[in-house]
């Protein structure tokens, strides 16, 4: 018998429990009782009746580094990283949002070079902006920008590159990371190397 399946076993127990009183004893105190231990069983059986769901973390994106062969497989890399293991969407939006945490993220591959997009992302409080919005005047974001190379996020300079990509990408940029600055998992790029022809 599962779990769920015994839950509801009990629930309606109490229901029974608190049906019996009601019948059979006259007591008011005791009735009321009995009228809310029913109520319980109740509600215990409509919890139980929702379908449950285990809350797991986002499933860790591994990328071969094998399979990247062009600068659009680093973009898709990247594109899955934001979304998941960088958490930048938690924060970041894609497009103009009022509600929005962090500053708007769309178009900032054109607006920013790659250098000065990894400095930010490695050491985000080198400079601070209000927002890149073009039109309002410049409101305070709530939230700080986290060191995303360190933990608790901790992505490699590999991820870093790839969102970097993303970006890039997103912005209908040419993407200036080359597949070739990947580099493989047991070495470590203290930083990032600069684009070719620059």
Known sequence: ??????????GLCVIGVG?????????????????VTILLGIFALIALGVPQMASLPPAEEKFDVATIKTPADMAAIGQKIFFSKGQCALCHSIGPSE??????????????TREF????????????????????????????????NKNPIGLTNNEILS?????????????????????????TAAVIPMAHGQ
């Open 1 to 10: 018998m599962s779990e769920v399946a015994l839950l509801q076993l009990i």
């Open 19 to 35: 049906v019996a009183i009601l019948l059979f004893i006259q007591a008011r105190f005791v009735r009321v009782v009995g009228f």
């Open 99 to 112: 509600s929005a945490r962090c500053p708007d993220l769309k178009g900032i591959g054109a607006k920013l």
């Open 117 to 148: 997009m990894y400095e930010s992302l490695t050491q985000p409080q080198a400079y601070i902006y209000l927002d890149y919005r073009h039109e309002g005047p410049p409101k305070q974001y709530p939230a700080r920008m986290p060191f995303i």
């Open 163 to 187: 969102v970097i990509a993303f970006l890039q990408e997103m912005s209908g940029e040419p993407i200036t990371v080359s597949p070739s600055e990947i580099t493989q998992p047991t070495q």
